[in-house]
């Protein structure tokens, strides 16, 4: 597109032909067009008379002049279509002096298209009938009557750098709903006006006014979807108000970027939406935004983020002829009533790839020190500007020359200026609103503030909001496209399929040697056969060895003499030169004599053994089976590690985690778990290693996704992080957790706006599905209950069936509470700003902290996740979780900073939980719970802060005395301090619950351990027998074998210690006891090579070691070095 140089361009409208026209009198009627844009007639075209078939050939064509300069504006053509009216002239009668004419219908061409560059266009719009045409009563099956237009200029109206940085703004006014009751339809008549600025081509803002709102009583709900109108008064035929293509077409409250988009607000705008009155203009207004107006536009929202939308209604007066331009003042102060102001939120249409907001906005009374507050504006569009020009004229705006100052409303208790003999304001009048914005928040002297306005209250005491919607073209802010971000992760971490197995190598060698040694065995044999089968057959099974060495030497002899013997070799030798080149990687000569020897004889060493296993592997019979080896599955190894890992062994839950590792290669979810295990020894390029790993693996795992990004925050790595963030948030647009930890992230960046907006969309989305959740529910009860209807009439079920559900929740919540939630929130502001230099001990405790719901539903839900952790994140991410049933304990609300923090906790990313935990004390939706006290107290758990910790599940005690996961937390608390006395009540206390912890299977070790040192054996068996029932393991089978042994049970002590070594046999306590139990049993070989393995493994329990050398001093064996 070349630059455009003229500053005036003509544009030609050219209607070519009409179809399906039908006349008042006959079906050939004679018609002509006439032309109009911007209430200017562009002018009439030839009369042609139309054919029996409805069809008519105009070839007219009209234009009109744009010119930068001033005339015709973008605006204009951008909110202005041009209106073509069909007229039919009748035929003359008698003594009839002029033709008499008809309309018939009008068209409505839009020009926008020439505001995207285009030069021409061709369209079809269709012909609207008047009122009284006969073009309104169609035949079945008849088509609309329709017109071909063509709209061209000359050269484009917008260079290249115009369409790339300007843009269109579309603003839509639906409806005020829930007006005050003074609004009567009947009495005087009056023009309902909304109206806005929008900064414009210059230094002056355009004006979007909306005219003439019908006022409805209301009865009934607006339909949907409605067509949008053209703001744009005297349109003759009644379909041509509409817009082509475009719709109002609603949507669910929630998703609107308003004020009323809440579930608690959904009941009043139903009730307003369908009962109450309201005001309805479905008005559509459009601007061009130039490159600079643009910009102006983008900068106007990041400075002032609320924009006020005025309203007010003023009555129609009939003004009699030829005093149009004359209003009495004393009318002119009392014309402007029940002025209010709507504050749109703008700050969203600054978030990446967002182009429309609408919603529902509150509407206040206009009251100057409020408005400024909030948008730092001290211009009323209606009451500061005249608006007798913006009702009764059309060409002078509200920055127009034309426009005049009006006296400033009574009822407001703003004074009258001076004005000019001329009617213009004075030169300090027209600085004046400039200086005071700049200078001061404080008025200029002679200026009254208004302080009340009591017709705008009875806006605030109706409820009264308008529903408005915001859209652009083009988003201000681009979005990367999921495709830019899916690139950006290959480069960063390209994808790493297997590597392809060669056909060659040391494995296929060696089996290559071992199948020529078992083809040459067999011929061998087969010779050996020949020569002496008939004679091994008569002597049968006794050979004496000086036969059987005669024997080979005369099968060398012949194999030597027949040429056999130097065959094999050449058989053997291609084999041979294989593995000397897969398996020793030599293909060069060797330096010297002594080299070579040395090879040849580490190579014959390695032929002869190979040859003994091909041998062996041929001839099997003689060869003992292999010992069965008890594999432990992928969810025993986890739970292996995850024992190692709160044991703080942490060398062995490496050695469980790696063995997942190899075992499975491609198991994204082994590396996830091993990347969280480097996080929680703070190894956090290995975990960076580990997240990457598993991102290849899927490049559109979330949780990979996520991970990656959290560990390039904590290496520093901000770019790279919100790449990960972003690509999240495209591939799972409904994911909380993607969302909040963006918010985060722009939160470091110190990036306001855009933090604001994920974390609006973690909300919003969290809102969706919460409300999902009531509706699935009450449907499967509704069929359920259809179900036990036709049950019951069919004679199949009882009387006696019928729900059931009881529900009680304690929820104490003092005034000492909010105290220490204040210190708390101070504590926590410190602990942030000590993050980064803050190191942190090991973790001793480690739990899935899921909602807690109430002391019957949460742990309910969350029982039986021991064994496999990504269960406990599928039971996390569930929203039936976070919202029970109306027949269960009421609901506790959850936010979007618990759903991350119970993720994060999860993956072992405590050093990002400080920082959400801060919020979520902030958040108005959270702030302490015994869920918030539970986490809180972990991480002090993490760094052995005990007496912080303590403090910590004290509040939550104090919420919610009756959960389960507070006691197991103090119970671990008191077990890790050395109060074993508390921490066995604790303890003993939750396992007396009905419903389980979240983390049951520490609670059932430690309790059993403290059984076991009060030598209460019988518990601690049956405390052990329940572990091992649910999640069994080494230490649960270890701690029942104990238990047996001290009971002197010693056959169900040996049973139990085998289960527990089969699972690891590297854990020298099982070993020991295995010792004790075989010198009891008097069994002495297995006791010392149980004893052995005792020492190999270096037990450190020195009483036990004690212990065993005193029973075998007893028994007089056990200890081979006696």
Known sequence: ME?????????????????????????TPVTFIRAEFNQVVLGDSSKVMVSPEGTTKYNFTSSFEYNQDGGITLDDIAHKPAFLTVTEVLPKEKKQKEEKTLILGQAVVDLLPLLEGESSFEISVPLHPVQGSPLETLRPGVKQCSLDVKVSVGEPLLTSAQVLGGNLLKVTLEAAYSVPESFIPSGTQQNYMVGMQVPSVGEKDYTILFKNGNLKVGGEREPVPRPKKWPIANILAPGANNIPDEFIVGGPYEEEEGELNHPEDREFRNQAECMKKRIVWDLESRCYLDPSAAVSFQ???????????????????????????KVDKAEDETLLSFHGVAYVNMVPLLYPGVRRIRGAFHVYPYIDSAVFEKTKCLFSLFRDTGHHNMIHNNKGGINSPLSKPVAKNLKEDKTVKEKDIDGKPRPTDMQAPSIRSQSSDTPLEGEAPVTHNPEGQQYLEAGTYIVLEIELDKALVPKRMPEELAERVKEMIPPRPPLTRRRGGAQKAMSDYHLQIRNISKAILDEYHRMFGKEVAKLEHEIDTETLEEQKCQLNYELNCSGKYFAFKEQLKHAVVKIVREKYLRTTSFESQEELQTFISELYVFLVDQMHVALNQAMPDDIQGPVPVIQSTSDQLQLFAYEAEVNENYGMAAVYYEERLVREPHNLEHWLDYGAFCLLIEDNIKAQECF????????????????????AVLLENYEQAEIFFEDATCLEPTNVIAWTLLGLYYEIQNNDIRMEMAFHEAFKQLQARVLQIPAGKQKSMGNMAGTIENLEEKGKVESNAGPSGTGNNTNNESSSTAVKAEASADEFVEESSKLQSESREPITIKQSLDPIIGPNTSSMALKDTTLNKKEASKCQDSPAFLHPPPSSVPQTHTTIFMETIRFLMEVNAVQYVHRVLAHELLCPQGGPSCEYYLVLAQTHLLKKDFAKAEECLQQ?????????????????LYFLSGNHVEAKACYERTVSFVVDATEMHFIFLRLGLIYLEEKEYEKAKKTYMQACKRS??????????????????LTEAEDALSEANALNNYNAEVWAYLALVCLKNGRQLEAEQAYKYTLKLNLKDEVLLAEIHSVQEMVGFGNPSF
């Open 956 to 972: 939550a005690a104090q919420m919610d005395y009756l959960n389960p996961n507070v006691w197991a937390l103090k119970g671990h």
């Open 692 to 711: 990457r790993k598993a991102l290849s693996l899927n490049e559109s795992h979330i949780n990979s996704l996520l991970l990656c990004g959290i560990l």
């Open 1032 to 1049: 069994p393991s080494c230490l649960t089978w270890l701690g029942v074998g104990i238990a047996c042994y001290r009971l002197e049970e």
């Open 3 to 27: 630059p455009v140089t003229q500053t005036t361009r003509v544009v030609q409208i050219t209607v070519t032909d009409g179809y399906d026209l039908k006349g008042f009198k006959g079906d």
């Open 299 to 325: 900068k106007r929202i990041a400075d002032c983020r609320l924009w006020p939308v005025e309203i007010t209604r003023v009555p129609l007066i009939v003004v009699p002829k030829g005093k149009a331009a």
